[in-house]
């Protein structure tokens, strides 16, 4: 199945500047993994380490998944300006640090931020040039593997299961706000379809 281009967002007039991804979809659908299969065959993008005010997992590192950051500090950072869009998510905040794209697009270097819807329709209202791919969960099957996946991810109580596939079904809703849609029926078919999207808009790019 062939990525879906879903949307004729006006983009701006490419010039020097870096090229920014923004990779987003409901909690359990696997952007991350998704862009960490993916990163190997777009090696100019380096991702925009996202700060949070969640605890952090067992497995995650701090500086890789996420900055792991208390409410003060994240306040402060809203205070300073230093966020180039931040959210409330399921009772924690995300935000993603400007110096992380900034410093990159204005040397013309690429930047993938893999964040929430929320944030993705802040950096489109921002730079309208960027590249925005929804990654959503198998057709039909959606609330039953975003269930599952979430569940598997951490132990999760009801009521926060239930929130989370609200917000899952309130997300998916925004698909049409997309550059383009993924589906995250077969890993590795996700990956190389993010990889052909990147590899058409360059080329496109280019040619303007």
């Known amino acids: 199945m062939n990525a879906i281009f879903v949307t004729s967002t006006p983009m701006s007039?490419?010039?020097a500047l870096g090229l920014i991804l923004v990779i987003s979809g409901p909690s359990g659908v696997g952007k991350d993994t998704v862009w960490q299969t993916a990163s190997a065959c777009l090696p100019s993008f380096e991702r925009a380490i996202t700060c949070t005010t969640r605890e952090r997992r067992p497995h995650e590192v701090e500086g890789v998944n996420y900055h792991f950051v208390s409410s003060d500090e994240f306040e402060r950072m809203i205070r300073d300006d230093e966020?180039?869009?931040?959210?409330?998510?399921?009772?924690?905040?995300y935000g993603v640090p400007q110096k992380s794209v900034l410093d990159r697009i204005n040397n013309g270097l690429d930047v993938v931020c893999v964040i929430?819807?929320?944030g993705a329709l802040r950096i489109r209202g921002l730079f309208p040039a960027?590249?925005?791919?929804f990654i959503k969960p198998p057709q039909g099957r959606e609330n039953q593997?975003?269930?599952e996946r979430i569940q598997g991810r951490s132990a999760?109580?009801?009521?926060?299961?239930?929130?989370?596939?609200k917000t899952a079904s309130w997300e998916l809703s925004q698909v049409q706000l997309y550059d383009y849609q993924i589906e995250n029926d077969d890993l590795q078919r996700a990956a190389n379809e993010l990889?052909?999207?990147i590899e058409r808009e360059k080329a496109r790019r280019m040619e303007d």
């Open 156 to 165: 999760v109580e009801a009521s926060e299961l239930e929130t989370r596939l």
């Open 145 to 147: 593997v975003l269930e």
């Open 116 to 118: 929430d819807v929320q």
């Open 83 to 93: 966020l180039i869009e931040y959210a409330q998510v399921h009772g924690n905040f």
């Open 13 to 15: 007039k490419p010039s």
């Open 130 to 133: 960027a590249v925005l791919v």
């Open 195 to 197: 990889c052909e999207v």
